[in-house]
């Protein structure tokens, strides 16, 4: 595709309830990468795809967050039994390569309102 | 662990002035650095990247210089527009291919 594409854009979700949002990245893209952006912060890492190999998710806040990416393309963030902390603009990136010097590029985030 | 500091918090300024925005970082074994624009409720767009070997990049009106041995990066953008109002983040990528980012400059160009 032309970019990083995620959806939904927005998620309501009541308290207790899971979530999965899904993000679609540049095709040929090695690297992916998810990060979540509380109201005026810079985004915090959560986790890191090199191809469908989840290298890093030491970023994860608990054990209800849980990332895939089966076939090394398309990624799902999921989040189990939502808390009010879980509030966030959750954002997804990706880089053509594996190697540290290579661009990121982040798709529009999906915003994530626990009620 | 990377810390990424953004001065200042806030800027607005008259429509054709120069802006300059800071930022500074803790570890200086990066492998690069990148300058995002994010417009309210929208995502990142990536300005400019300049790699750990060089010394600045620019593109169009944007001009950004890095310093790794003191740590600092300096955005400059030339005569402002209104459209140029947005917050702008930096970003700097470890030996570990994070991206940590600062807090963003909020820049308001007044027309």
């Known amino acids: 595709g032309a970019g990083v594409s995620q959806s939904p854009r927005y998620k309501v979700a009541k308290r207790g309830q899971d979530v999965a949002l899904r993000c679609d990245p540049i095709s040929g893209h090695v690297s992916l990468f998810w990060y979540q952006q509380a109201l005026g912060q810079g985004p915090e890492f959560l986790t890191y795809f090199q191809n469908e190999a989840q290298l890093d998710k030491s970023g994860l806040p608990s054990d209800r967050f849980f990332a895939e990416r089966p076939e090394g393309s398309v990624s799902t963030l999921k989040i189990q039994r939502t808390q009010q902390e879980d509030s966030a603009v959750y954002l997804c990136?990706?880089?053509?390569?594996?190697?540290?010097?290579?661009?990121?590029?982040f798709g529009q985030g999906t915003r994530l309102t626990v009620v | 662990k990377q810390e990424v500091t953004q001065i200042p918090a806030a800027l607005s300024v008259p429509e054709g002035e120069n802006l300059v925005l800071n930022c500074s970082f803790t570890d200086s074994a990066i492998y690069n650095l990148q300058w995002f624009r994010q417009d309210p409720g929208k995502g990142l767009t990536s300005l400019l990247l300049?790699?750990?070997?060089?010394r600045e990049q620019t593109s169009g009106r944007l001009n950004a210089s890095l310093d790794k041995s003191s740590g600092r990066s300096t955005l400059y953008i030339a005569a402002s527009q209104p459209g140029d109002s947005a917050t702008y983040l930096c970003a700097v990528r470890g030996g570990d291919y994070k991206l940590s980012f600062g807090a963003g400059t909020t820049v308001t160009v007044r027309a």
């Open positions: 990136a990706s880089s053509y390569q594996s190697g540290g010097g290579t661009e990121a590029f």
């Open positions: 300049i790699q750990s070997s060089q």
